[in-house]
């Protein structure tokens, strides 16, 4: 009987041993969100609560970012692994000299953004020349506002920015600090819950022109060059995440809950306008996070022509070769 207790106690040694084992072997992974916790960071926490990135033996530490620019110089400076930026920033950036590369899409379609009361005489996106605009320091739609302001034909200085925090955009309208808040459209929620009087609208930009890609998942050349499986298993992993969130909003909601404080019902409905940037027929027909280079192109060229000149080769802003084998594409068109 004793021989038996023995043998046991070493068996589940072992297993022990084999768990720490495991746990030593996860690669670690710091991944940068571009802002505060929105719905659309919701995939990372549906692959956390569901073990997929253990899985794939990745230990994902997720970092609350602080825009665009941010991420970019994060990636650069190797204070990230991943992390997700506008593309046209990370194309101006790469210009600058920052080593950053693009590998996968997150929006199929641009959701810039901008909001304002309707007394503010603003009738159409041009009549934003002369107005006050809230918007971060390195938030996205600052650093591509010229390339904007060029499509509508005003002039990029025209506008007096008001610089504050990522979380200040809603009060910022609310408490009318400004006249204008530059912001993504699936932040509509957040306004009509702070103004439940309503009299505010809003342009997308893309409706005027601003036809490019949008957020990206970005990772530097050194990480492309030393670490392309962990990327190959992290997109995987992520967008088989994206997948199930499209068709489980109000269940991956639940699940950013029980990880972040938020409001579950005005985040679910962020995420159903986020629909309309995910399912696409590009992403039906290729999978979700395809790189379509005509579309690289066209946001290369915008970038080119309204921002800032490029003179490296379109080819070098992105590499689609850690996108998944077999598409995510388990979806609805709408």
């Given at each position: 009987?004793?021989?038996?207790v023995?043998?046991?106690?070493?068996?589940?040694?072992?297993?022990?041993g084999?768990?720490?084992?495991?746990?030593?072997?996860?690669?670690?992974?710091d991944?940068?969100?571009?802002?505060?916790?929105?719905?659309?960071?919701?995939?990372?926490?549906?692959?956390?609560?569901?073990?997929?990135?253990e899985e794939?033996g990745?230990?994902?530490?997720?970092?609350?970012?602080?825009?665009?620019g941010?991420?970019?110089?994060?990636?650069?400076?190797?204070?990230?692994?991943?992390?997700?930026?506008d593309?046209?920033?990370?194309?101006?950036?790469?210009?600058?000299?920052?080593?950053?590369?693009?590998?996968?899409?997150?929006f199929?379609?641009?959701?810039?953004?901008?909001?304002?009361y309707?007394?503010?005489?603003?009738?159409?996106?041009?009549?934003?020349?002369?107005?006050?605009?809230?918007?971060?320091?390195?938030?996205?739609?600052?650093?591509?506002?010229?390339?904007?302001?060029?499509?509508?034909?005003?002039?990029?200085?025209?506008?007096?920015?008001?610089?504050?925090?990522p979380?200040?955009?809603?009060?910022?309208?609310?408490?009318?600090?400004?006249?204008?808040?530059?912001e993504?459209?699936?932040?509509?929620?957040?306004?009509?819950?702070?103004?439940?009087?309503?009299?505010?609208s809003w342009?997308?930009?893309?409706?005027?022109?601003?036809?490019?890609?949008?957020?990206?998942?970005?990772?530097?050349?050194?990480?492309?060059?030393?670490?392309?499986e962990?990327?190959?298993?992290?997109?995987?992993?992520?967008?088989?995440?994206?997948?199930?969130?499209?068709?489980?909003?109000?269940e991956?909601?639940?699940?950013?809950s029980?990880?972040?404080?938020?409001?579950?019902?005005?985040?679910?409905?962020?995420?159903?306008?986020?629909?309309?940037?995910?399912?696409?027929?590009?992403?039906?027909?290729?999978g979700?996070?395809?790189?379509?280079?005509?579309?690289?192109?066209?946001t290369?060229?915008?970038?080119?022509?309204?921002?800032?000149?490029?003179d490296?080769?379109?080819?070098?802003?992105?590499?689609?070769?850690?996108?998944?084998?077999?598409?995510?594409?388990?979806?609805?068109?709408?």
């Amino acid at each position: 009987m004793k021989r038996i207790v023995l043998l046991l106690a070493v068996v589940v040694l072992c297993m022990a041993g084999t768990q720490v084992s495991l746990g030593q072997e996860l690669e670690k992974v710091d991944f940068l969100l571009n802002w505060t916790i929105a719905a659309d960071h919701a995939p990372y926490y549906v692959a956390l609560k569901n073990g997929w990135y253990e899985e794939a033996g990745i230990d994902l530490n997720i970092i609350i970012g602080k825009g665009s620019g941010f991420s970019v110089t994060s990636i650069d400076s190797e204070m990230a692994d991943i992390a997700i930026a506008d593309a046209p920033v990370v194309f101006k950036f790469r210009q600058e000299g920052a080593a950053a590369k693009i590998i996968g899409i997150i929006f199929d379609k641009h959701p810039n953004g901008m909001f304002f009361y309707d007394d503010s005489g603003i009738k159409q996106p041009a009549d934003v020349a002369g107005k006050t605009v809230a918007v971060p320091a390195t938030d996205g739609h600052k650093v591509m506002w010229p390339a904007f302001a060029a499509l509508i034909g005003v002039d990029p200085e025209s506008v007096e920015f008001v610089n504050i925090e990522p979380t200040a955009k809603v009060s910022a309208l609310a408490s009318r600090n400004a006249d204008v808040v530059f912001e993504l459209l699936t932040g509509i929620p957040n306004f009509q819950a702070a103004i439940p009087q309503g009299g505010f609208s809003w342009f997308l930009w893309a409706d005027y022109g601003f036809e490019c890609y949008a957020h990206s998942y970005i990772t530097s050349d050194k990480t492309i060059e030393e670490r392309p499986e962990m990327l190959k298993k992290f997109l995987d992993v992520t967008y088989r995440a994206w997948e199930w969130t499209v068709n489980n909003p109000a269940e991956a909601m639940e699940i950013l809950s029980e990880y972040q404080p938020i409001n579950k019902a005005d985040l679910l409905k962020s995420l159903q306008i986020e629909m309309d940037f995910l399912k696409t027929e590009r992403y039906k027909e290729r999978g979700m996070g395809y790189i379509d280079p005509m579309q690289i192109q066209a946001t290369y060229d915008l970038v080119n022509t309204y921002q800032e000149k490029l003179d490296y080769p379109v080819e070098d802003i992105y590499n689609a070769s850690f996108l998944p084998e077999t598409p995510y594409n388990n979806f609805e068109l709408e």
